[in-house]
């Protein structure tokens, strides 16, 4: 596909828009779960190694021919090679009117995914919006739609329980790990500045000092797990993943 029709991103806030500049892509696809990958490929020891030797002979070689030498700054990997494997290669299907003729066809090819409604327009708006609402409920799956199964992208992002403002801490723990491999549980906690929501505190409580770096230890060593497991899973073309 060539550049010129890359630019359909998921993660993006607008970036599903047809004829939107891209020019500035890198910058908005920091905040997204793209760059928290990049991210946990420059913490990954394993894919590191990979890129040492240009992805070949290595176990992680399906990866590195994806997302390729990750030793570069973002914006440049960005325009290099995230933008290629993170675009949609089609365009999300949107609501639209359809003639008789087209209506015809899509019964016959496309039925599991789309409902075609027959819809007098001689009734009153609030009217047809309920029975409308009837028949989705009836058809559509509702919260349990994976909408990620529908990417068109040549990498596409795992369905996850884990929040997602959760994730750029799990990167963050993995960095100081990356860089500190021999740090304290207590320390990690401290530099990773995991806050109270992520320590399990109630508001009331009162530990001492003994207690409070205890906690701190459990909620380190809680989090310095997934956080490897999040960057194995990364580099073996699972993400976002603690599993």
Same mark, same amino acid.
């Given at each position: 596909m060539s550049d010129e029709k890359l630019g359909l991103y998921k993660e993006i806030p607008g970036g599903l828009r047809k004829g939107r500049s891209t020019a500035d892509d890198w910058r908005k696809a920091k905040d997204t779960l793209y760059y928290e990958w990049w991210r946990c490929l420059n913490v990954s020891n394993e894919y590191l190694e990979c890129c040492a030797k240009g992805g070949k002979n290595h176990a992680l070689a399906d990866t590195y021919a994806l997302f390729g030498d990750v030793n570069v700054s973002w914006e440049?990997?960005?325009?290099?090679?995230?933008?290629?494997?993170?675009? *949609?290669?089609? +365009?999300?299907?949107k609501v639209r009117v359809i003639d008789q003729d087209e209506a015809l066809s899509k019964l016959e090819v496309e039925s599991k995914e789309f409902l075609i409604l027959d819809i007098p327009l001689t009734l009153r708006r609030v009217t047809i919006l309920e029975q409308i609402n009837k028949l989705l409920d009836e058809r559509h799956e509702g919260k349990n739609l994976d909408v990620r199964a529908q990417s068109t992208a040549l990498v596409q992002l795992e369905t996850t329980k884990l929040q997602h403002k959760t994730i750029p801490t799990l990167v963050d723990v993995a960095e100081i790990l990356y860089r500190n491999p021999d740090i304290q549980l207590y320390q990690l906690a401290q530099r990773a500045k995991l806050a109270e929501i992520h320590l399990g505190r109630k508001v009331q409580e009162v530990n001492s000092? *003994? +207690? *409070?770096? +205890?906690?701190? +230890?459990m909620a380190a060593s809680r989090y310095k797990e997934q956080a490897q497991r999040l960057v194995y899973n990364a580099a073996r073309l699972k993400f976002p993943s603690i599993e």
């Open positions: 440049q990997w960005w325009g290099n090679i995230g933008k290629r494997i993170f675009s *949609e290669r089609h +365009q999300y299907p000092p *003994e +207690q *409070e770096k +205890q906690r701190r +230890q």
